[in-house]
């Protein structure tokens, strides 16, 4: 911070930014390293700034799905949809966590949407496959549907 910065208590936008990167590279070492909880600490620090960015509420997401707190992790996948209804990852995150949490119809519709605009790039076809798969048997007359690990 500079001289002036502190002299007056401001910071400038850049400054601003800067923190709120800080918060979300913060998060991304912490979840490399295994520290979830506190990497989950560091995104809610960065949506504080940037309360619509995509990227943080779907990393959060993430993060809070392996500390097993599905009903946050639902909740920010939720908020990343209402952002932006086609966001892939999104639809793909949420569908496994209402299969796990059983409800079957919401994932079809999750899963429905992540087909209708799958991503691309060298490792799609492995997880479009695994929607498929998993949308075909949500949709079988057994009603047998994988596990989320599936």
Same mark, same amino acid.
């Given at each position: 911070?500079?001289?002036?910065?502190r002299?007056?208590?401001?910071? $400038?936008?850049s400054?601003?930014? =800067?923190? =709120? &990167? %800080?918060?979300?590279? /913060?998060?991304?070492? #912490?979840?490399? +390293?295994? *520290?979830? %909880?506190? @990497?989950?600490?560091?995104?809610?620090?960065?949506?504080? /700034?940037?309360? *619509? *960015? &995509? !990227?943080? &509420? +779907?990393?959060?997401a993430?993060? #809070?799905? !392996?500390?097993?707190?599905?009903? /946050? @992790?639902?909740?920010?996948?939720?908020? @990343?949809?209402?952002? *932006?209804?086609?966001? $892939?990852?999104?639809?793909?995150? #949420?569908?496994?966590?209402?299969?796990?949490?059983? %409800?079957?119809?919401?994932?079809? !519709?999750?899963? $429905?949407?992540?087909? @209708?605009?799958?991503?691309?790039?060298? %490792?799609?076809?492995?997880?479009?496959?695994?929607?498929?798969?998993?949308?075909?048997?949500?949709?079988?007359?057994?009603?047998?549907?994988?596990?989320?690990? /599936?």
């Open positions: 911070m500079s001289f002036w910065d002299l007056f208590g401001g910071r $400038s936008e400054a601003q930014n =800067r923190q =709120r &990167l %800080d918060y979300l590279n /913060e998060a991304l070492v #912490l979840e490399r +390293q295994g *520290d979830f %909880d506190a @990497a989950v600490t560091s995104y809610r620090l960065a949506l504080r /700034e940037r309360p *619509d *960015d &995509l !990227k943080i &509420l +779907q990393n959060m993430i993060a #809070l799905t !392996k500390i097993g707190r599905v009903e /946050e @992790a639902i909740r920010a996948y939720r908020k @990343a949809l209402e952002l *932006d209804p086609t966001l $892939s990852g999104a639809h793909y995150g #949420l569908a496994f966590l209402l299969v796990k949490r059983g %409800d079957a119809a919401g994932a079809v !519709k999750h899963l $429905s949407a992540f087909l @209708a605009h799958p991503p691309e790039g060298p %490792d799609a076809a492995r997880w479009v496959a695994h929607a498929q798969s998993t949308l075909d048997h949500l949709r079988a007359p057994d009603g047998a549907a994988p596990s989320a690990g /599936e």
